[in-house]
């Protein structure tokens, strides 16, 4: 009879701990940090030798509770992280590209448009050009070309430094995320495996993994007893009892370069830190494209005037200067009198018949067009690698979650079997209580 009591307090326990699993995870089925559990249980049969002349004598002794069990699966872990890296990269990339976008065309009065709005007043101009308020118009053109210059500039040098902000602000999450995995790899080594405890360290280990590859394609290697150890470019990041620190600068061709405890390393391939990289040495191209062409635009101009004539008949002087960067940009000059509109023979608006000789393949309208055409083309290719490794991360993280994930049908099926495995034991334990009233009452 003591056996039966035995196996059935056994089977109590085992199930009731389940059914504690089942309502933990049930509990956290929102949580997307969470990974399911289940308690394994094992055959707690004794057997052993009395005395050595006996063969070995065998008691049923019900059921023990092994461990607890989490759903996970390495390979499939890695395998999000990897492509929750890929996907990272490319947002961020894409979500800047998209800030330039919106920087280069300048709420529609782009530098495009206002060269356009420019040559079409110079028509206008060598058919009147004794109109004054005409060549008024003109001068005014010239300045909002050189206004929506200097706009797009300053918009894009704003978007280049925020760039270089985001991947400093990135870096030292980065920093917290290996500091508190250091803290919880010294919980792990201090924690008996298999118990409810581990696997709760375990979840906040592998939700630090996800943040740290978030950053950067760092290499994992996990111990036995699940503590992890990371490093990238050769130089360890984090591991039990260590924790590196990774800052951040900013290269002259926009680029990033990482120090780990300042020794440099490589600029990483995945990652926001990877994306930020992309997009900081693509705004450091397109402003130094912008400066290019704001240059030419100064050399076309002031080239054309000074082959011209003032309607008083002096050679035209410089009408705009850039001593140095785009913000430099500006008029020499608000007086209409020193507009050369006429030509070397003195035909009032001979000068201004050839300032349509600016809109060649060569001069600075086409090549803002090109230009905007290119990085058109730049952001398709990036949209498209964004929306391919979206669609890679969401196919890995639903394979993970319908291993890890917490499907509440089936936790509430499980709930239901394990209240009737709990009602039984508890009447294998009402049976051998009954049964052994009978004997006593016996006597």
Excluded: C
Aim: hydrophobic content about 40%; cysteine-free.
């Amino acid at each position: 009879m003591s056996n039966l009591l035995n196996i059935g307090r056994s089977g109590l326990r085992a199930f009731s701990r389940s059914m504690e699993a089942v309502s933990h995870n049930i509990a956290n089925a929102e949580n997307p940090d969470y990974v399911r559990r289940s308690v394994q249980m094992s055959d707690a049969t004794v057997s052993g030798s009395l005395n050595p002349a006996y063969l070995s004598q065998t008691g049923l002794n019900g059921v023990r509770i092994a461990q607890t069990v989490r759903a996970s699966d390495e390979f499939i872990e890695a395998q999000v992280r990897q492509s929750g890296a890929a996907r990272i990269r490319a947002e961020t990339q894409l979500t800047w590209m998209e800030r330039l976008e919106t920087n280069l065309d300048n709420a529609g009065s782009n530098v495009g448009t206002r060269l356009n709005t420019f040559f079409s007043r110079a028509e206008e101009v060598a058919a009147a050009p004794f109109d004054n308020s005409l060549k008024l118009t003109l001068l005014s053109e010239i300045d909002a070309v050189v206004d929506a210059f200097r706009r797009t500039s300053s918009n894009m040098t704003l978007t280049a430094q925020q760039v270089s902000q985001g991947a400093t602000q990135e870096a030292n999450t980065l920093n917290a995320a290996l500091e508190n995995l250091n803290k919880i790899n010294l919980d792990i080594t201090r924690t008996k495996e298999g118990t409810d405890a581990h696997a709760g360290l375990l979840d906040a280990r592998d939700a630090m993994l996800a943040t740290i590859t978030e950053k950067l394609n760092a290499t994992i290697s996990l111990a036995p007893n699940g503590t992890a150890s990371i490093s990238y470019g050769g130089q360890q990041l984090a591991g039990v009892n260590f924790a590196a620190t990774v800052t951040t600068s900013t290269n002259a061709d926009g680029s990033l370069a990482l120090q780990v405890d300042g020794i440099a390393v490589a600029v990483p391939s995945e990652g926001s830190l990877a994306g930020l990289s992309r997009a900081g040495a693509t705004a450091q191209g397109r402003l130094n494209d912008l400066t290019a062409l704001a240059q030419q635009f100064v050399s076309d101009i002031n080239g054309w005037q000074a082959q011209g004539r003032t309607l008083g008949g002096a050679v035209g002087a410089p009408l705009l200067t850039m001593p140095g960067d785009v913000s430099t940009l500006a008029v020499t000059t608000r007086d209409i009198n020193m507009l050369a509109i006429a030509g070397a023979d003195g035909t009032p608006n001979g000068n201004l018949l050839t300032l349509p000789a600016l809109r060649t393949t060569a001069g600075v309208e086409t090549q803002w067009n090109n230009f905007m055409a290119g990085f058109a083309t730049s952001l398709a290719s990036v949209r498209s690698e964004s929306d391919a490794a979206t669609a890679l991360d969401e196919g890995a993280r639903r394979r993970r979650d319908a291993m890890s994930g917490v499907d509440l049908d089936r936790e509430a099926a499980d709930l239901i079997r394990l209240q009737q495995a709990y009602e039984a034991s508890a009447r294998v334990i009402q049976v051998a209580r009954d049964t052994m009233q009978t004997i006593l009452n016996v006597f």
